[in-house]
């Protein structure tokens, strides 16, 4: 066919060319937006995969450094102070990195260094890790995961022809073209149906195009808004279901807030701190005290005999 002719074809007043027309500048425009807004979210979790190891490497080297002479002169405790302290604009910071950080800051005890620079060290592997992986999947992606690039940039299409659907379900609804039915069962059933599609559609969108930085929360995140989703499926046994299919999908999803919720940190002790001990029971021994009973109990089974002078 000549240009004239698709020009003939385009201009030409049937509904089904002008359907296919605005189909396609659909897909395009939704294709090509998405690829660019996925390329531009993996470069923005790049730079502050960067920015955060910029950070942790200038305060791990100021640790490796200094924590294991015996003094430190005032410009150099303040410096690692200052790298240790900058570490809290780091984006990827951890909570546990920045409560021990925070309590280095607030006492000045040398005796946590070595456990804030094991902290540090396992902080930039993780995130070199991370990287690592985020550099292997854009630049030199596996055959699976090279087509699954070039498809999902078209799944927001499907997305929206479904969501135009439903609309259009909808409207024509509401002018009365479509019935629904006498009984006040089968109308809960039609919008009931109606209602969790559109919930569904909500669910898998975001769990299918990602975007969450990896993480056992995210995973059970996703595996969760696919399952609330899937149940949509039970609508095809019998659309009388439907109310019961929208209350099941409803309190799964009420129940993922306790599910995926992480644990506050001030309830997660770490090394040195401990719960609260119930009234009338003595207090765990600290770990100084501790270290320096087994001293004194190992030199007085050294040498007994200056225990009994003692005594």
Not at 191 to 204: D, I, M, P, R
Not at 207 to 236: D, E, N, Q
Not at 259 to 276: D, E, I, M, N, V
Request: net charge positive.
């Amino acid at each position: 066919m000549s240009l004239s002719d698709w020009l003939t074809w385009l201009l030409a007043p049937q509904p089904a060319a002008l359907t296919a027309f605005l189909a396609l500048a659909l897909f395009l425009g939704l294709y090509g937006g998405s690829a660019l807004r996925l390329r531009r979210k993996e470069q923005a979790r790049l730079r502050r995969l960067e920015a955060s190891l910029t950070l942790y490497a200038a305060a791990e080297s100021a640790l490796l450094h200094l924590h294991a002479r015996t003094e430190l002169s005032r410009a150099e405790e303040q410096l690692l102070l200052d790298r240790l302290l900058a570490c809290r604009a780091a984006p990827y910071l951890s909570e546990d990195a920045l409560s021990q950080i925070s309590a280095y800051a607030g006492e000045r005890d040398r005796a946590r260094l070595p456990l804030l620079l094991k902290t540090l060290e396992r902080e930039n592997d993780r995130m070199c890790a991370e990287r690592d992986k985020l550099l292997r999947r854009t630049e030199s992606p596996g055959w699976g995961q090279a087509f699954w690039r070039q498809l999902r940039p078209g799944i927001p299409f499907l997305f929206a022809a479904a969501l135009l659907y439903l609309l259009s379900w909808l409207l024509r609804t509401l002018n009365g073209e479509i019935v629904l039915g006498n009984g006040l069962e089968e109308m809960a059933a039609a919008w009931s149906l109606f209602v969790s599609a559109l919930f569904s559609l909500a669910l898998l969108y975001p769990a299918i195009m990602g975007g969450y930085r990896p993480g056992a929360g995210a995973v059970l995140l996703r595996i969760w808004s696919v399952l609330i989703a899937a149940l949509f499926l039970l609508h095809l046994l019998d659309p009388s279901f439907a109310p019961f299919i929208l209350i099941l999908q409803l309190l799964l999803f009420l129940a993922g807030f306790r599910l995926t919720g992480t644990k506050p940190r001030k309830s997660r002790p770490f090394a040195g701190h401990y719960r609260a001990v119930p009234e009338g029971q003595p207090l765990p021994p600290s770990t100084t005290e501790t270290e320096s009973g087994t001293a004194v109990k190992s030199l007085s089974e050294a040498n007994p005999e200056g225990s009994a002078k003692e005594e």
